[in-house]
């Protein structure tokens, strides 16, 4: 793990990936996780990787072992363009694929079993009942470029689809569930509307439509709706979506003196607005937020304060920043940042900065990150297309 200094320009990371796939026991003998070093060749490595700290700390190893009946594939998921991964209880965990649908693991990925329409669709999104690893919602595009919304109460074995958008054609950019009432689910289409069922998916209305890009889309734990909208700001829902406020938030003028030439920002002129939204991440534990914005990572204590600029890891001020999160237990005092397919760590709120090179160069994006909430220092890479 190599430190890379807060306002250090200039960075240049050179590495050598070589093949150290070495197969150790996890959890127990049944299952396998192979740490990484690189690989043999140019295939791209998707699906999953896991660090424990049980293990060897700061160390991914890939955890795509699949089961189908009787039948093990240890690289299952090696190949699966992975988009989103979700934790309903303790090594209860989720992955949506972007092509082959839904794996569930229930021993913190020792093994998955697929989950999935046995369909040609492509997947967006997925929510989970809290509580229930049996009721959950899938939505997405069927082959005819209907949208398309499914749900399952036995744990994926049977689906039932509950919505179907024939006439416009128009896939399911969103789908989130209510905190407090199971039967409560919110739609985002492609044309940025919102849908609302209020009997578990038997029937829908429109509840409101944005003239701006729906970037992001859920249900926090206080139970209030929030669409991240790519021009305009959070606009948030207190009351079942029946009204919406709409936040534009602002940046504030640089504290640390950097520099942004040509068409960039000017950080010196006090609070200004954001050009594009891209991800907003609420802490439940410490309250404050972390927003990706303008390529760049940004920190406040209130959303309705001015957002700081957190420098990033690299030389450059602006980064194609995939996702990132904060950790479960302290908040945005512990960072996880991914750029591209590279990952980055910080655990002063974005002062300082480490960089992982344990991982290949041959690895898919890193699309989704969790960090166990049940289990300290434990933490999940999704894998997904890789972004140019």
């Known amino acids: 793990m190599n430190n890379i200094k807060l306002l250090q320009k200039n960075i240049w990371i050179k590495r050598i990936a070589i093949l150290t796939f070495s197969a150790i026991t996890i959890l127990s003998s049944a299952a396998s996780c ?37 039948t093990k594939n240890a ?60 009721i959950y919602y899938i939505s997405g595009q069927n082959s005819s470029g209907n949208g398309e919304i499914y749900k399952t109460t036995d744990g994926g074995s049977n689906y039932t689809n509950i919505y179907s958008d024939i006439e416009n054609k128009s896939y399911i950019k969103h789908i989130a569930i209510s905190k407090t009432n199971a039967n409560e689910i919110y739609a985002v289409l492609e044309n940025n509307s919102i849908i609302k069922s209020a009997d578990a998916g038997t029937s829908w209305s429109k509840n409101h439509q944005f003239n701006d890009d729906i970037v992001q889309f859920g249900v926090w734990n206080n139970n209030t709706i929030f669409a991240l909208l790519e021009d305009d700001g959070i606009a948030t829902s207190r009351n079942q979506g029946k009204t919406w406020n709409i936040a534009e938030m ?14 960039g920002l000017n950080l010196f002129e006090g609070a200004k607005n954001f050009g ?19 390529s760049q990572l940004w920190h406040t204590k209130s959303i309705d304060t001015p957002f700081v600029k957190i420098p990033l890891p690299i030389g450059d001020e602006k980064a194609n920043i995939t996702t990132a999160t904060v950790d479960p237990k302290t908040g945005t005092k512990h960072i996880l940042l991914s750029i591209e397919n590279k990952l980055y760590e910080s655990k002063n709120s974005g002062i300082s900065w480490s960089y992982n090179s344990s991982l290949s160069k041959n690895i898919g994006s890193i699309t989704d990150i969790l960090m166990d909430k049940y289990n300290n220092n434990t933490t999940y890479l999704v894998l997904g297309a890789n972004k140019n």
């Open 250 to 263: 602002q940046k504030s003028k640089s504290t640390i003196g950097e520099t942004q030439t040509g068409g």
């Open 276 to 294: 594009e939204y891209q991800k907003i991440i609420k802490s439940d534990t410490t309250n404050d937020w972390l927003l990706i914005a303008d």
């Open 34 to 70: 192979n740490f990484l070093g690189g690989t043999e060749n140019n295939d791209i490595l998707y699906g999953v990787l896991k660090q424990d700290p049980s293990l060897q700390e700061g160390v991914y190893g890939k955890i795509n072992l699949t089961v189908d009946k009787d």
């Open 75 to 134: 690289d299952g998921l090696s190949d699966k363009q992975s988009i989103k991964i979700l934790q309903n209880s303790d090594n209860d965990i989720y992955i949506l694929t972007k092509n082959d649908g839904v794996y569930h693991t229930t021993d913190g990925g020792r093994e998955w079993q697929e989950k999935s329409l046995n369909k040609e669709f492509s997947y967006t999104d997925i929510d989970v009942v809290t509580n229930n690893k049996d």
